[in-house]
């Protein structure tokens, strides 16, 4: 059974920087390929990153390329949102999300809810 858990998420400035971290079960970094899906208010859930399982290959959404960074170790069954630069739009619950298995982040991105796995997500608030 694969468990997901966020933290890192809090108030911050708009210009500023927060890092997301979730927490896995052991080896699901080795299987699975995880995402950062966000869900503002009113709003639907928008992938943003994902990062493979064999390679750690990093995928972004065109909302966030060039200010969000993805990253894991797979020693530690961490995987890291690095967020800079943040903008206002980007209050949301962000959520870390998994495959089932397949270990490729394919269009997934672009359809996060079909996504088997996910923790209970983490606020981030972006004040202007």
């Known amino acids: 059974q694969v468990h997901l858990e966020e933290s890192g998420g809090g108030l911050v400035q708009a210009g500023g920087s927060l890092r997301l971290s979730c927490a896995t079960t052991?080896?699901?970094?080795?299987?699975?390929?995880v995402f950062w899906v966000r869900q503002a208010p009113g709003k639907e859930r928008e992938g943003t990153s994902c990062?493979?399982?064999?390679?750690?290959?990093?995928y972004y959404s065109d909302s966030v390329k060039g200010r969000f960074t993805i990253s894991k170790d797979n020693a530690k069954s961490v995987v890291y949102l690095q967020m800079n630069d943040l903008k206002p739009e980007y209050t949301a619950v962000y959520y870390c999300a998994a495959d089932s298995g397949l270990g490729q982040c394919g269009d997934y991105l672009q359809r996060p809810d079909v996504l088997d796995y996910w923790g209970q997500g983490t606020q981030v608030t972006v004040s202007s």
């Open positions: 052991p080896y699901t970094l080795d299987m699975h390929a």
């Open positions: 990062i493979s399982a064999l390679d750690s290959s990093a």
